[in-house]
């Protein structure tokens, strides 16, 4: 679809985002008391009283995942948050103010799925830090844990298109590993790009480093690979869809077509066969590491969670 023709659309319903969490209610437009709000202007009306109201936006999803050639069922928590980033050391800020021009406000994503394998389990954890400007992801770390061992994995932004990759795992055939690979895009980055604005994605055929889960999981070679990159809206609806030329794996992404377009389901398929589905189940804006006391564990019953 044009991306014109998308971009006009979204500005014509920019005042329905503020329904995006309607399960929790309206979201208010309170500044944020620990990210530097208004340092960038957003693309699309308003946006930023959404991503700097001081709270996170947490989605839990029920997913099926595929492991060990059977589906499991699992579930996956999506934590967006705005925070101040350093430039340079590509570390969360302690003091954002002391920072000066180094201080860069991104859009965090922490992405926590876990799921049973028979007797033991597995917790995956990607994280992602991408800048509000829509710029390229400044860093993605990814950890991957079971019973039998713990992989690591991590990119940071060396220049534009070009990141330093690292892998650490204890797989001998794996091992200790840096990389410096050139791509468009980290595919990890994708799903905080689409949250600041998906039309600046870019579109039509591109180079791209796949999921660090993908990479793990499946013990493929980190490298960047060709794909093809589509903006489909229906209905109410948009999908990304990354369709790989080089590889056998597809990702569709689905979420609302207004800000702050909230992801409501994905699907990804490795070679045709179903690799994990994910499909949103609740919702809620919250300051959540305000609430860490045993009084708040209620709530994780309004968020749907099992694990």
């Known amino acids: 679809m044009n991306k014109k023709l998308i971009y006009s659309l979204l500005l014509a319903t920019t005042a329905i985002f503020l329904d995006a969490c309607s399960e929790t209610g309206a979201v208010t437009s309170k500044t944020s008391t620990h990210t530097t709000a208004g340092a960038f202007l957003f693309p699309i009306a308003n946006v930023a009283n ?32 705005t925070e101040d980033f350093s430039k340079s050391k590509q570390v969360k800020l302690d003091d954002a103010a002391a920072a000066g021009a180094d201080a860069c406000p991104v859009l965090k994503l922490n992405a926590v799925r876990k799921f049973k394998t028979g007797i033991y389990d597995y917790s995956l954890m990607s994280s992602v830090f991408s800048p509000m400007d829509g710029s390229a992801a400044l860093k993605t770390t990814t950890t991957v844990q079971d019973w039998c061992g713990h992989v690591f994995a991590q990119n940071n932004l060396k220049s534009k298109g070009v990141w330093d990759s690292y892998l650490y795992s204890y797989f001998e055939s794996e091992g200790d590993q840096k990389k410096v690979l050139s791509a468009d895009y980290l595919e990890d980055e994708i799903w905080t790009q689409l949250r600041i604005n998906p039309t600046n994605i870019k579109t039509g055929k591109v180079r791209i480093i796949p999921s660090s889960v993908y990479l793990r999981l499946k013990h493929k070679p980190l490298q960047p690979e060709d794909a093809v990159i589509e903006l489909q809206k229906k209905d109410n609806m948009m999908s990304l869809v990354l369709n790989y030329t080089s590889i056998e794996r597809n990702l569709t992404i689905t979420f609302e077509n207004t800000a702050p377009w909230r992801i409501k389901n994905w699907e990804e398929t490795t070679a045709g066969k179903l690799t994990s589905k994910g499909t949103i189940k609740a919702c809620r804006i919250e300051p959540y590491w305000e609430q860490n006391s045993n009084r708040y564990a209620s709530m994780r019953d309004s968020l749907k969670l099992e694990y």
């Open 50 to 81: 959404y991503w700097y109201q001081g709270k996170a936006e947490l989605s839990t999803y029920d997913v099926e995942q595929e492991r060990y050639g059977e589906i499991r069922k699992a579930e996956q928590v999506n934590i967006f948050v």
